[in-house]
């Protein structure tokens, strides 16, 4: 297993990533008492006295009956967010090929075509800077609110022959109903996981791995354990541990890499990298600058499922570039 050391990354003003605003059958705690990895190196942010004070004041949770109901109406009020913010919302994320060499470096020859899945593509701000970036990638890409996949189908880079998108709940939808099996060579997790429910958090990654290529990886980008967006919930937003809901009914859980690590694994996959970024956003108007906090990761499906019975099933990218 890959030791992690924090990643530093120089002073920032792109808060894009920053949305912080203001069931007795889903138990959050249940789900937080995972077993630990061991881990030698820096942890999480330390915080400040104050900043240790006001978690430990905010302990109280939301009743049995609203975390359900939040549940229950999780597509309508992701589906109300892009309603209210169109596609104004994110920055474009120009920064992922950097940061993921992982989507270059798969190739086995120059020009070879590269078949990756958005998983939880929101309006595309992620999908589009890629496919401009690299005419060989066909790209499958998914979201849990229709309106979203609306947005990517509109926008007008959006060519049915370089990527077909859908409407998908990656928690109980099945993805081979629209990827073939075990075709994809990477999958993009880029602040997900963190708005679906602790308790289903596996369902998502065990769906993914069926359509992941045995020796490929899922580019993980997420909230992790006291970043800004987690400090500024006032009381009466918690969930559970490590879990918020905001204002307009969305929802956050922010990670440590110890939870996450042991997410992936037990859904079947390797650990090959899983480090925090720290970073700081700066505020010049009203002079602030925040600290930020993320996990990076790259979990990888096992080379030795190429035996599986279904290695066969592998199609061509092309075959399914039409809805």
Known sequence: MHQRKPSVCSTSTDSSDDYSGESSALNVSAATEMASFQRKGPKARVLSAEEEEKLQRDQALVSDFKQQKLEKEAQKNWDLFYKRNSTNFFKDRHWTTREF??????????????????????????????????????????????????????????????????????????????????SVDAVTLIFVLSAVHPEKMHLVLQNIYKVLKPGRSVLFRDYGLYDHAMLRFKAGSKLGENFYVRQDGTRSYFFTDEYLAQLFVNAGYEEMLNEYVFRETVNKKEGLCVPRVFLQSKFRKPQKDLDSATMGLCYQAGDFASP
């Open 101 to 182: 060499e992982e989507l270059r470096s798969c190739r086995e020859y120059e020009g070879q075509k590269l078949t990756m899945l958005e998983a939880g593509c929101g309006v595309g701000n992620c999908l589009f800077p890629l496919l401009e970036e690299d005419l060989n990638i066909f790209a499958y890409a998914c979201d849990f609110s229709p309106r979203a996949v609306d947005y990517v189908k509109q926008n007008p880079l959006y060519n049915s022959e370089r990527c077909k998108v859908f409407q998908c709940d990656l928690t109980r939808d099945d993805l081979l109903d629209h990827v073939p099996p075990e």
